[in-house]
DNA sequence: CTGCGACTTGAAGTGCGATTCAAGTCAAGG
DNA sequence: CCTTGACTTGAATCGCACTTCAAGTCGCAG
């Protein structure tokens, strides 16, 4: 009956992760196991939960490090509450400019110019204010 | 009056990359040098548009290898053109999620549970398509 | 001609996010 | 008890996108 616990194994499966990647992110502090079996970690279910949060973290260009931070965040820490509120500004501009790539590629799969860069309609997409290019 | 021509320092200024980076992405074909004047690479003014589209790209999530495809691309190029409308669509899913993430992080920066991961609110905005976090 | 300083080169180094590897440990089954 | 096979560990390796470095080369001012 206490089978509530998963084991190393099926939490890579279920969430699809690497073992070694979830050991990693153990490393980095974004999650823990419940406890042992043997050698074995074990993890409460609710890791899953968390690391559907990592994942989508980390594929909106957030660093494992800054993901940590945010998992540790109480309700007090308004240093961090500030840091996410630029986060949000930030993604505000990501999120334009990917919409901008995507319009510029959608065009880019019909259009009739010798190479993208001669394409007036595609250059305009990409024309943007002078990006420093964070990532 | 033959001084349409750039030289390195001055793309390098311009277009906010450092000159290294300009001879690492002329290594890989991104852009090539009008001449030299001496050994200094000297540049036409509309190798700041491609880099402008470089810079775009990059931040888009393109590897400076796809870049380097896409800026040879071709009208008959019909594999290419379909691996642009592939991108295009990774692109929506990109957007969704860095919009969900916005939302989450807006919403965190106000919301008062102990830790982000107890926040319904904001578990909600990630508990997403299990993605496989590609980039 | 000489020296300065800004460029040139290829090779090595950096940081991040993992993955891969060799060697070790464990529980369970024969 | 001994094997099996799935896990454990730390260390090494990888891929990407650059940056840094040592050593060399150039144009030009003096």
Same mark, same amino acid.
């Given at each position: 009956?206490?089978?509530?616990?998963?084991?190393?194994?099926?939490?890579?499966?279920?969430?699809?992760? =690497?073992?070694? +990647?979830?050991?990693?992110?153990?490393?980095?502090?974004? !999650?823990?196991? #419940?406890?042992?079996?043997? %050698?074995? $970690?074990?993890?409460?279910?609710? *890791? /899953?939960?968390? %690391?559907? %949060?990592?994942?989508? #973290?980390?594929?909106?260009?957030?660093? *494992? #490090?800054? !993901?940590?931070?945010? /998992?540790? =965040?109480?309700?007090?820490?308004?240093?961090?509450?500030?840091?996410? =509120?630029?986060?949000? &500004?930030? @993604?505000?501009?990501? !999120?334009?400019?990917?919409?901008?790539? &995507?319009?510029? @590629? &959608?065009? +880019?799969?019909?259009?009739?110019?010798?190479?993208?860069?001669?394409?007036?309609?595609?250059? $305009?997409?990409?024309?943007?204010?002078?990006?420093?290019?964070?990532?």
């Amino acid at each position: 009956m206490s089978e509530a616990l998963l084991d190393i194994a099926e939490v890579a499966e279920r969430s699809g992760l =690497a073992p070694s +990647a979830l050991r990693f992110y153990e490393k980095k502090g974004l !999650i823990a196991p #419940a406890g042992r079996n043997g %050698l074995r $970690r074990t993890y409460r279910p609710d *890791v /899953l939960d968390r %690391l559907a %949060l990592v994942s989508c #973290a980390r594929s909106a260009g957030f660093t *494992v #490090a800054e !993901i940590g931070r945010f /998992l540790v =965040a109480t309700p007090g820490d308004t240093d961090l509450r500030a840091r996410m =509120a630029v986060k949000a &500004r930030e @993604l505000e501009e990501d !999120i334009a400019r990917l919409t901008r790539m &995507r319009d510029g @590629l &959608r065009h +880019a799969a019909t259009c009739a110019h010798e190479t993208l860069v001669e394409c007036p309609d595609f250059k $305009r997409a990409f024309a943007g204010p002078p990006q420093p290019v964070p990532r």
